[in-house]
């Protein structure tokens, strides 16, 4: 595989967050599946500083296979310290989330997956490719009807979360919140700190209403957040939840050390009593979490 990785000149640089990339590719590169891999640099916006994107084009009818690994590999390959959590708001490709070590800090790593050989795969301008195998041959060229991702896309739109994922996406989430509020991105912290208290709804949402058993007056309420109060403070898990849920609103964005250790134990609290099996699961995972955010 070394022969296929495309090495920076001497003397090349690039950003400390997309460092932790070349040990990405060295870990996806293994797969003969996988045609490219592209480090895409992160947006002029210093929103996303510590983020790192890595395009990944992969044989059409192999998508799905790669993204069914590939949160084993970044975990057991690369160290991330919790697993990872797909985010559906990207339309043309399957996109996971990731918190990587790197120097002592974390790095939000998205890897996106695309079908080799469609517009999705190339590498927008700027990029680093990381690996090539254009010039290997070996698998034939994809053809239109080797492209899933129309429908491995449906299928995790219609696919229920659990609440670890959910769990997960919420500490992820936190983490870049923390990052705007501390850089005084006010509104940015803002909305990402309403869709880290959405994934968490969602989370009780799932543990308490769906699949729980009837609950009473909650079906209309159980979408959206119309209701959810009331409806939460129907049973006594519902009402320790709702007061752990109102102190994290009510605390807003944290924006330094002490507000985030105190967020986090807010969100490990309030999923504890809804899903405690889940955060017992997530247990050491989440100490890493704590510990590269200087938080213990």
Known sequence: MTATLVLDPPGAGHPTALACLDRVAAAL????????????????DPRHDGEALLLAAVRGDRLGDFCSVLDTLVQSEVGAVLPGWRDRSVPDALESVHLVPQDDHLV?????????????????????????????????????????????LAAEHRRDRDPAELLTETLVRLHTVHADARAGRSLEAYGGFTLLCTALRELLRASLIAGAGPVPHAEPYA?????????????????RCRGELHALVAAGPPADTPALAHAVELVLRTAGHAAPAVVAGLAGPVDSYRRYLHLD
Request: no cysteine; proline share 15%.
């Open 29 to 44: 590169g293994t797969s003969p599946e996988v045609h490219a891999l592209h480090a895409v640099p992160p947006p002029a």
């Open 108 to 152: 939000r790593l998205r890897v996106r997956a695309v079908p080799a050989g469609t517009p999705a795969a190339e590498p927008p301008a700027g990029s680093r490719t990381l690996l090539d195998r254009a010039a290997e041959g070996g698998a034939p060229a994809d053809t239109p009807e080797d492209d899933l991702l129309p429908a491995l």
């Open 223 to 239: 979408a959206g957040w119309a209701g959810f109060d009331a409806t939460l403070a129907l049973t006594p898990i519902g009402r």
